[in-house]
């Protein structure tokens, strides 16, 4: 999976308008490691596309993608659920409002720094619409795929509105707005690469570190409890760190749903359950996802299409197929 990812950066940097060859991406991406201080030597114009436009998107999309698999296979194993995923259960939509709040707030007058304020209300939005959806599925001590998927509908028609709202407070500042709701990874910049990258392996470090509990609290939480793992602690832990990375993506290339969905619930339906090899696997294979979705966007289709749009017109049927015989498992 590694290998096919690293083959698919290349490949990925070679395609667009301007066709470079693979061997020079290779050498750009060779001199930008060793010896960055050094000239390259080759046209400052194709070395200026490779490491300034296509490396930094390329390399967003490969931890975006790999985050919202990554928290895609938190949130089932938690919750022992196929169909939870940061876009089902509506975290992704409340960090969404939380980033579109805060271009509502500076259209208001209220001066907040972007780079830093963009994420905070992100997680903030997403921490809350978690704590909504958890709680409006409470009454059902199983917390069944029913119950969690209706409140996520429910919180994510809520939130709609309010961003529609929004909306229409932002007047001129609405066509930002729009790139939160459809997904989007064209304006990704070097500085967002440094914010997403840390974030990813902390993020990646916490749920290795706890992915041996996740799989004894699969047996029960009964049979948990009593090897010594303190199970409502673990979930929160979990829970929060996955707030977080969804938010930081939101906050970079707004709504992206499905990735979170159809990458653990394939793997776990190929190698099994063990979350120690499916933490990994889902985190490259949702960045390689991502990466060739992004790719097709934006080298092989006439015309861009959103990214969000795209995984959506993917992920909807997937969603269907998965809702529709988890229904006959349980009839």
Same mark, same amino acid.
């Given at each position: 999976?590694?290998l096919?990812l ?5 490949v990925?940097?070679?395609?667009g308008f ?11 991406i060779i001199?930008a ?12 114009v #194709? ?11 390329i390399l967003?999309a ?5 985050m ?15 169909? %939870? ?7 992704s ?16 007058g209220l001066?907040?720094?972007t780079?830093?304020s ?11 619409t978690?704590f909504?959806?958890l709680?409006l599925?409470?009454e059902?001590r199983r ?10 509908v429910i ?5 709609s509105?309010?961003?529609g ?18 997904g ?7 500085q ?6 840390? #974030? ?5 470090t ?10 004894i609290? %699969?047996t ?5 409890t009593?090897?010594g793992?303190n ?8 829970l929060?760190?996955?707030s977080?990375m ?18 653990p619930?394939?793997l776990?339906h190929?190698l099994?359950p063990d ?13 390689l996802?991502?990466?060739v979705?992004?790719?097709v ?5 006439p015309?861009e #299409?959103?990214?969000?749009v795209l995984t959506?017109?993917?992920g ?7 809702f529709?015989?988890?229904q006959?498992e349980?009839?």
């Amino acid at each position: 999976m590694l290998l096919l990812l690293l083959s698919s950066i290349i490949v990925s940097a070679t395609m667009g308008f301007m066709q470079i060859p693979a061997t020079t991406v290779m050498q750009l991406i060779i001199h930008a490691l060793c010896c960055s201080d050094k000239e390259t030597g080759f046209d400052p114009v #194709v070395t200026a596309v490779v490491m300034d436009i296509r490396l930094p998107r390329i390399l967003a999309a490969v931890l975006v993608g790999g985050m919202l698999a990554l928290c895609g296979t938190i949130f089932q194993a938690i919750l022992l659920n196929p169909l %939870a995923d940061p876009y089902t259960l509506g975290i992704s939509s409340g960090a969404a409002f939380g980033a579109s709040l805060v271009i509502v707030l500076q259209v208001v007058g209220l001066v907040l720094p972007t780079t830093f304020s963009v994420p905070i209300f992100a997680f903030l939005g997403s921490l809350g619409t978690l704590f909504t959806v958890l709680a409006l599925a409470s009454e059902d001590r199983r917390l069944s795929s029913t119950s969690l998927i209706l409140s996520g509908v429910i919180v994510a028609a809520i939130l709609s509105a309010a961003i529609g709202f929004l909306k229409f407070i932002a007047d001129e500042q609405v066509g930002i707005i729009i790139f939160w709701l459809m997904g989007s990874l064209s304006g990704i910049s070097r500085q967002n690469i440094l914010v997403l990258l840390p #974030v990813a392996l902390l993020g990646t470090t916490v749920c290795l570190f706890y992915s041996r509990d996740l799989n004894i609290m %699969a047996t029960g939480e009964r049979a948990a409890t009593t090897l010594g793992i303190n199970t409502v602690r673990l979930r929160w832990i979990l829970l929060i760190t996955c707030s977080l990375m969804t938010a930081l993506c939101v906050s970079v290339s707004g709504i992206i749903g499905f990735v979170g969905l159809i990458v653990p619930h394939l793997l776990r339906h190929l190698l099994g359950p063990d979350n120690r090899q499916l933490i990994i696997l889902s985190t490259l294979g949702g960045g390689l996802l991502l990466l060739v979705a992004d790719t097709v966007t934006r080298a092989v289709l006439p015309a861009e #299409v959103p990214i969000g749009v795209l995984t959506a017109l993917l992920g909807g049927p997937f969603f269907a197929y998965i809702f529709k015989k988890r229904q006959q498992e349980n009839g």
